[in-house]
């Protein structure tokens, strides 16, 4: 059974604490978190949804990657869940490019990611799993991450003037 949930919205105050690690992905608790994250995702057609983002402040999130328009060559993957994830830069290169949120709706930002990284995470088997990510999906899996530890995307802007509305986004989109 599953449940989809409310999105927090910024300003709630559960986006902006560390979430705490996840000891038992049995427990029933965490199993009801878990599907409910499934279930939030796939009702917000997101690429990705963090746990504290449906206000269960833990450290598991989901990623999902699949094209878009502005990522054409975006992998299309399954849904993949991470529990108690980390990462490492493979190297400083930094990117700027445009995300989103679903907790902050109607805007778009240009925000710098680490291209390439190394991640740790368990997977919903309990299997610790450690990967490869490049591009698009290192970008969501940083994003996800932030959520993890109270941050926003926007925390990592480095000019309001990299902050634009939801609609001129989507001009800009038409013109590429
Ligand atoms: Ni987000």
């Excluded at 000891?23 to 994250?37: K, R």
């Excluded at 992998?75 to 490492?88: G, Q, W």
């Excluded at 368990?122 to 990510?133: F, R, S, T």
Aim: charged share 25%; aromatic share 8%; glycine share 4%.
């Amino acid at each position: 059974m599953s449940e989809v949930r409310i999105i927090a919205q910024l300003g709630a105050e559960v986006l902006r604490l560390r979430a705490h690690e996840v000891q038992d992905i049995n427990a029933p608790e965490m199993q009801e978190v878990i599907n409910d994250l499934f279930a939030s995702l796939a009702s917000a057609n997101g690429v990705g949804l963090a746990a504290p983002q449906i206000s269960a402040s833990w450290r598991m999130m989901i990623i999902a990657s699949r094209p878009s328009e502005r990522y054409p060559y975006a992998p299309e993957m399954e849904p993949t869940l991470m529990i108690n994830p980390s990462f490492e830069s493979l190297s400083d290169v930094r990117e700027k490019d445009w995300e989103g949120c679903l907790s902050i709706p109607g805007i778009r930002a240009k925000v710098p990611r680490f291209t390439q990284i190394k991640v740790n995470y368990i997977n919903a088997l309990g299997d610790a799993v450690i990967q490869d990510l490049v591009g698009f999906v290192a970008r969501v899996f940083q994003h996800e991450y932030d959520h993890l530890d109270g941050l926003v995307y926007l925390d990592r802007v480095e000019s309001n003037k990299d902050i634009i509305s939801e609609s001129e986004f989507l001009k800009l989109m038409a013109v590429d």
